[in-house]
């Protein structure tokens, strides 16, 4: 008797059909029948399934090394293959680079780096600016490069995003004006990569950012501070706005050129929305926490700066909230300090 007609006895069997039937309609004895459903519920029963027992595998060559190799590659995650088939033969490995290969590969699936810890700022201390490029179809203007200028604040994550034809110096500046306008003041320090607008080159390792881009920091009161090269986690709050832009920004949408893509960016599908959208980190909405902060700023006793920062209007006259950005000078003494750490 093959598979296919003990399966057939066993679907009848399931399906109500009495075991006179069964034989009858497939033409076997009805001992037989009774023997495939007996075995049947026996293995049920005892939890055998009749399948082939698992293939075991047998001893390799790599076996007695793999504790040096775990080491290795806890140290040296990137080491290639090659480096490793030297340090083992030191070691008195015998076997070749082919089995070492495949074992390395499962080993390194294992071996995987920690998840990098969150870093927190406090109300108004830190944003993070960055660009991204994308190539998009137009119906007007046809297939063009745009540029997308994105600028978070890393307590409450509101941001501000706009697309741009280019991200020179003259372009960075403007966007950094408007992305002050837009959220009501500036942070006291701003985390960027090290793009030629920002950093002009690398001494002993340490930053010298370009002198145009320094003095207009200066200008607004505000540090820049180069973010280390390789290491995009390092602003990773600025980096996870542009996955939100690819995926649901100008994904499914067409637009007609780039004045309509800034249209729709500002409202009501663009960084309005993502202001709205519930944010896991911070707790809460990014516009509801910078409402909070902006509140509190305007209602204690800080001093005049960290006010006007938060909520964009002078305190000598609160009714004006058109009060455009202009130089914040920094007076935070150690009161201002305390304040902050407490909240």
């Known amino acids: 008797m093959n598979d296919d007609v003990r399966n057939e006895i066993l679907r009848r069997w399931y399906g109500g059909q009495p ?18 459903i007996a075995r049947h519920q026996q293995q049920r029963a005892t939890g055998v399934t009749g399948l082939p027992a698992p293939r075991q595998e047998r001893e390799s060559l790599v076996d007695p090394f793999e504790a040096a190799l775990r080491d290795y590659l806890s140290r040296y995650p990137d080491m290639s293959v090659v480096r490793l088939l030297e340090e083992l033969r030191r070691l008195g490995y015998p076997g070749g680079y082919t089995v070492l290969r495949q074992r390395v590969k499962r080993l390194r699936a294992q071996c995987r780096r920690p998840p990098v810890e969150r870093f927190e700022t406090g109300p108004g201390l830190q944003a993070q600016m960055d660009w991204a490029i994308y190539t998009l179809d137009f119906t007007q203007e046809g297939r063009r490069k745009v540029n997308l200028f994105s600028y978070v604040l890393g307590y409450s994550r509101r941001q501000y995003l706009h697309f741009t034809a280019s991200q020179d110096l003259e372009t960075t500046l403007r966007e950094h004006v408007r992305a002050f306008e837009h959220l009501g003041g500036v942070a006291t320090t701003c985390l960027y990569d090290n793009m030629k607008v920002v950093v002009a080159r690398y001494e002993d390792g340490e930053p010298i950012y370009n002198t145009r881009f320094l003095a207009f920091a200066t200008h607004y009161g505000f540090r820049p501070v180069a973010c280390r090269r390789r290491r995009p986690q390092t602003k990773g709050k600025v980096e996870r706005p542009f996955y939100y832009a690819e995926t649901n920004l100008l994904s499914g949408r067409e637009f007609r050129g780039l004045e309509h893509l800034n249209e729709v960016t500002a409202w009501p599908c663009g960084f309005w929305r993502a202001s709205c959208k519930c944010n896991v980190a911070v707790g809460g909405r990014p516009r509801k926490c910078w409402r909070c902060w902006a509140s509190t700023a305007a209602t204690t006793s800080w001093p005049p700066w960290i006010a006007r920062c938060a909520t964009g209007r002078s305190p000598r006259n609160p009714s004006n909230a058109s009060w455009p950005c202009r130089r914040i000078r920094r007076r935070a003494g150690t009161d201002w300090q305390k304040k902050i750490s407490r909240t």
Request: hydrophobic share 40%; glycine share 16%.
């Open 19 to 36: 075991i006179r039937g069964i034989w009858r309609d497939l033409g076997v004895s009805r001992r037989t029948v009774g023997r495939v």
